[in-house]
Every structure is written in C-alpha cells, then in structure tokens.
C-alpha cells in the first residue's frame, strides 16, 4: 500500500513538473493557468493537453495562452479564440450544441436505460422466488 | 423473445457507432476556417525582405497555400507534385513554418521552387490563426479569398483529383 502511494506521488510529481519552469509569478494566475492548459488538447499528439506534451505546437500553444492571459483575457475567450482557428476538437469540453448535445447526454441516457432494464429485471426475479419456495414445500 | 432482441439491438447499435469511429481517421480534422475568409496576414517574402506575402495575393484565382519546413520530410515527398501542379498553372504560395530561412532558401534553390511567394513564418504567429499544427498542410482557397478546403499530411496526385480539383470545379460552377 505505501509502494502504491509513493508510486503514484512520484507520477504526479512527474507529471506536474513538465513545463513547470513556464508561468506565472502570481500563484492564483499560476494555477489558472495550469488548469486551463490542462484542457486544451494538443493537436499534435492528440492524447495529450498542452500541459504534458513535449511538442513543438504545445509549447506554442502554451505561450499563446500566457499572451492572453497577460493581456488580460478570459478562460473563455481564450477557449473560443483556439476553437475558431482548430475546431471544437482542440477542447477537452467541447461546447453545448445541436452537435454535441447527444455526446453530453449519452451517459446520462445509458444509466436511465440501464436503470429501467435493471428495475424490470428486478420485478420479473421478485415474482420467481415465491413460485419456487412454494414448490420446495 | 424480447431478452434476446434488446441486447443484440443494442450490440449492433454500438458496434455500427464504433465501426465508424474506426473508420474516421483522426489526422483530418475538419478545419473551422473551411467556408469562411482567409484569415488576414503578412509575413516576409523568403526571397526578398522588403516584399510581403498576404491574403491579397489569393484574390481573383484559386491558390493554394502549402505549408513547409526543411525539418519535414513528408514536405520532400510532396514537393515534386508541387512542382507539377505549379508547371501546370495552379498558383501556389508557401509558408515556410518555424524553419531557418537560410537553410529554406538553400532547399528551393536546390530542388526547385513551386512557389509564387514564400512567406516566412519563423515563429508560427501566422500559423496559428491558420490552425496549423504541423507540416505539411494545404489549403485551398477561392478568388474571393474564402478558404475552401483543407489537407493535412502530404499533398499528392490521388488528393488533389479527389478533394482539390472538384471543389474548384464545383465552385466555378456556383459563381455562375
């Protein structure tokens, strides 16, 4: 349990150093930064979002969004700004549309199907029990 | 009945969703500049500093714009197909992409140039508002500078006849 602990301490260390030397003076700007990075996606190595990837176009991208921020943007003009020139993709939140709309409910409409199969299975076996203790007898 | 039905229903749902999926190749993303005007820039002419290279230079014919690095060896690969293309009419312009424009201008000497104009882009400013993230990639833009398409990875023979060539047919046909 400690080696599983430590190891993964280790890993977020890791992975919260890369790029740590980029950012901010002031912390709270800091930690915007980092959090907003974290959620751009690198379009390079796509499974990766600006923060962890070591390619030449995230290092860009991460400049882009310090520019911004200094100039005193928004988390989400910068979002907008980045999708308009790389498409919705480039967002690890895509926004809210007549095309997204079924990705973002997806989830939620699964559970509700599943909750409905799992209730009516339920019923069905709930009849079962009574039939066969009564044929045990 | 019914117990059997709704699951495999629901199998062949997900498997035909997920068929897809594999089917897309998620090196092409749709560009969001696709329909829209060609995002302002200027950028230094490689060959000569004082000259630009600008969205005005795409008004009044279809053009492409290549972008293209010495790094990039996919760029080598498509370079002769460009230099057909430009022997044959099509007016192409480059943005040379974080690249030394020493080592770019060596490049064209050596192997040809296909280029109208290549603008420098040694930082990739310009590149972003494009949405480039990488070499090589090409666009295809109208003579009413509205971008019309656009190619990531190698340009070739087999892309242009299928993608470039019948959206500029197609949009010849619309202006009239």
């Known amino acids: ?137 | 009945m019914w117990r059997y039905i709704v699951p495999i229903a629901l199998f062949v749902i997900l498997g035909g969703f997920l068929g897809r999926g594999l089917l897309l190749n998620p090196g092409q993303i749709e560009s969001p500049l696709i329909g829209k005007p060609a995002p302002a820039f200027a950028l230094p002419d490689l060959e000569n500093a004082s000259a630009r290279l600008s969205n005005e230079d795409f008004a009044g014919k279809y053009s492409l714009l290549n972008v293209w690095a010495t790094w990039c060896a996919e760029c080598r690969y498509e370079h002769p197909f460009l230099l057909e293309l430009a022997d044959s009419g099509i007016s192409i312009y480059g943005i040379n992409y974080k690249d030394d424009p020493e080592a770019a201008r060596d490049w064209l000497a050596t192997l040809g140039d296909p280029y109208e104009t290549t603008g420098v882009d040694e930082i990739g400013d310009v590149a972003i508002d494009w949405g480039v993230y990488g070499a090589p990639e090409t666009f295809l833009i109208g003579p009413d500078q509205t971008v019309l398409a656009k190619h990531i990875s190698q340009l070739n023979r087999e892309v242009w006849e299928t993608k470039f060539a019948p959206l500029i047919e197609s949009d010849r046909g619309d202006q009239h």
Request: glycine share 6%; hydrophobic share 45%.
């Open chain 1, 1 to 137: 349990m400690r080696r599983l602990v430590l190891l993964v301490a280790l890993v977020l260390g890791a992975v919260a150093g890369i790029h740590a030397q980029e950012g901010f003076e002031d912390p709270a700007l800091n930690a915007r930064y980092r959090d907003l990075i974290h959620t751009i996606r690198c379009m390079q190595c796509q499974n990766q979002s600006i923060a962890d990837s070591p390619s030449d176009v995230a290092g860009d991208l991460r400049r882009l969004v310090r520019e911004m921020m200094a100039a005193g943007r928004s988390d989400d003009e910068i979002r907008t700004y980045l999708a308009e020139r790389y498409g919705d993709f480039i967002l690890y939140k895509p926004p809210l549309s007549s095309k997204t709309w079924l990705l973002w409910s997806a989830p939620a409409l699964l559970l509700l199907a599943g909750g409905i199969v799992f209730a009516r299975t339920v019923r069905s076996r709930m009849q079962q029990p009574l039939d066969e203790e009564l044929e045990a007898c």
